[in-house]
């Protein structure tokens, strides 16, 4: 009776709401690629200049190692930031 006296319809309560959300898969990969190249650059620099002659690696490389995987990784979160930025503007 509420709806006739409102003028509503009852299929308003059963169509289903359109969501927007979509899993951030480019966002994901994105990442996981740069956090790969980081993985990648550090053991080829930890090969070229942090080994010794015979075989052993020398200190000083591990934070080195550290810090050029979260600087790959931390560059491929601003891409993946600005490649999705268009999609939220709408």
């Not at 006296?5 to 966002?27: A, C, G, I, Q």
């Not at 002659?53 to 600087?71: A, E, N, P, S």
């Amino acid at each position: 009776m509420a709806l006739i006296e409102r003028d509503k319809d009852v299929s308003d309560f059963y169509t289903r709401k359109k969501t927007n959300f979509s899993f951030p898969w480019l966002k994901i990969g994105i990442i996981a690629t740069g956090f790969s190249i980081g993985l990648i650059a550090v053991e080829i620099i930890m090969q070229v200049f942090f080994i010794n002659q015979d075989g052993h690696y020398r200190r000083g490389g591990d934070t080195i190692g550290i810090g050029i995987l979260f600087l790959f990784t931390s560059v491929a979160i601003l891409v993946a930031y600005f490649v999705d930025k268009p999609k939220n503007k709408d």
